[in-house]
């Protein structure tokens, strides 16, 4: 038994902010932003759209391409770092807004950058274990709200997106490989500490990170994770048609392409047009490359992506 994508779908809030844009708001550049991030622009919520709005509009779209009913699907996984409320999950708000009532389970899951991988992961061991049959896995975030924009370090990086892919049992191969691994002791190193407590918020709700440090860990482990993935499956960098990354930093993008072999024309990048989405990054690139012919059907793609905690992880699979 596989798991297999059978529809992607992916939303982006219609405000753009563009570096320039940036420039008026905190001392940078356009020139400092490309040359050490690739982002040109990001978009933003407005400030009625939530998390789980972004997660809606991106799902309908998936399960209008997979071709099933909202109540065929018996399991939700929303990663996110910036969900609609403490609690209930972001999943369950989704489940009720797509109309569903099959009474599948529903949980976010909370790897921040990692989310996505993370989350991919986890709805295939739910396949293959015979726990779910048709899953939606989502990575949605409304990060404009958690930056502080006089941090010039942090708020040029981030935009707000959603992606979901429709992951459905088959014979055929889908997923063919996945490797999770975490780091806490690296935890301080990319973080928003806010948190409630009796009634007000206790921390810096902001996200702060030592933005060298968190590149150095990402080029090393993401090299390696990729290797481990494809390893366990005999097959070489070459073998992969297109590399599908976390869309953090084009730099970084760049050094896991050359570390399997791949030029720039076998890699999704949209980290110029969308900046760093988080758990979103990733199902928002991949929908792209499918809607605009590049990603075709039986083509081997590998996910990877690493995010604060530190998490990071990689997925080979068939598309
Ligand atoms: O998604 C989860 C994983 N996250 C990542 O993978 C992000 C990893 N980190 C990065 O992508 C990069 O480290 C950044 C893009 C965040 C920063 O690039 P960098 O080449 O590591 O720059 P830096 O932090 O070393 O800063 C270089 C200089 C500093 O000035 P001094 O100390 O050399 O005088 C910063 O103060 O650039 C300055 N700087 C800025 N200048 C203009 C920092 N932010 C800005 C800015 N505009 N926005």
């Not at 006089?150 to 935009?159: E, S």
């Not at 968190?214 to 366990?232: C, I, N, Q, Y």
Request: negative net charge; hydrophobic residues 45%.
């Amino acid at each position: 038994m596989y798991s297999r994508i059978i529809g992607t779908g992916s939303y982006l809030p219609a405000k753009t902010l563009t570096n320039f844009d940036l420039e008026k708001i905190v001392d940078t550049s356009d020139e400092w932003i490309v040359s050490r991030s690739g982002i040109h622009e990001r978009h933003i919520a407005a400030d009625d759209e939530t998390t789980s709005d972004l997660a809606m509009h991106a799902s309908r779209r998936a399960i209008e391409a997979a071709g099933i009913a909202p109540n065929d699907i018996d399991l939700i996984i929303v990663a996110t770092t910036s969900p609609d409320k403490t609690f209930p999950s972001t999943a369950c708000i989704l489940q009720d807004k797509l109309g569903i009532t099959s009474g599948g389970a529903a949980f976010d899951m909370q790897a921040v950058c990692g989310g996505f991988v993370y989350a991919l992961n986890t709805a295939d061991m739910y396949i293959k274990c015979g726990q779910a049959r048709t899953v939606l896995v989502v990575g949605a975030e409304v990060l404009s709200r958690m930056l502080d924009w006089n941090d010039r370090t942090t708020c040029v990086l981030f935009g707000d997106g959603a992606g979901a892919v429709v992951l459905q049992a088959s014979e055929t191969p889908g997923i063919l490989a996945g490797k999770l691994h975490s780091d806490g002791r690296h935890h301080a190193l990319l973080r928003a500490d806010g948190n409630i407590r009796h009634g007000a918020v206790a921390g810096e709700p902001f996200i702060k990170m030592e933005g060298q440090a968190v590149f150095k860990f990402a080029v090393t482990v993401l090299s390696s994770v990729v290797e481990e993935v494809l390893a366990g499956t005999g097959m070489k960098g070459s073998d992969i048609d297109w590399l599908v990354p976390h869309q953090a930093n084009i730099r970084i993008i760049e050094a896991t392409a050359k570390k399997l072999g791949l030029g720039m024309d076998n890699v999704v990048a949209t980290v110029a047009q969308h900046g760093n989405t988080s758990s979103a990054s990733i199902p928002l690139a991949l929908d792209t490359a499918v809607r605009d012919g590049r990603i075709k059907p039986g083509q081997t793609l590998l996910l990877e992506a690493i995010g604060g905690g530190f998490t990071w992880g990689a997925v080979l699979l068939r598309y």
